[in-house]
């Protein structure tokens, strides 16, 4: 089994900053492509960032393209989200996903409207607010 625990969720002002992380555990062999996604209250679940599991390869979602950026430490196992010139419409629970797939299957899933990962953690709540 895997386990992925997220921290550094908290609270910002608009225009601040968070680093959000992501530590695998477990069978991490399991894992090929890891990803952040979000859920805004009364929202669905939607994809942030995504990142491959062989090699730099990232994909982002609209919305946080050049605010956001995702990286990942193949030694620590972890994944980063930087967040930066955060919005109020950011505020939402930030979940880290690992798949056994590659990226490119994990975009193709959410191009598609699908949300589903291999193994979840339990969320971080990110607050941006005045």
């Known amino acids: 089994q895997v386990q992925l625990v997220e921290s550094g969720g908290g609270l910002v002002q608009p225009g601040g900053s968070l680093n959000l992380s992501c530590a695998a555990s477990?069978?991490?062999?399991?894992?090929?492509?890891m990803a952040w996604f979000r859920q805004a209250p009364g929202n669905e679940r939607e994809f942030v960032a995504g990142s491959s599991g062989r090699g730099p390869g990232v994909y982002y979602a609209e919305s946080v393209k050049g605010r956001f950026t995702i990286s990942r430490d193949f030694v620590k196992d972890t994944v980063t989200l930087q967040m930066n010139a955060l919005i109020p419409e950011d505020t939402a629970v930030y979940y880290c996903?690992?798949?056994?797939?590659?990226?490119?299957?994990?975009?193709?899933?959410?191009?598609?409207?699908?949300?589903?990962?291999?193994?979840w953690g339990k969320g971080t709540l990110v607050t941006v607010s005045s």
């Open positions: 996903g690992g798949d056994s797939q590659p990226l490119y299957v994990i975009v193709d899933r959410v191009k598609g409207g699908h949300y589903d990962m291999d193994y």
């Open positions: 477990g069978s991490i062999n399991l894992i090929n492509a």
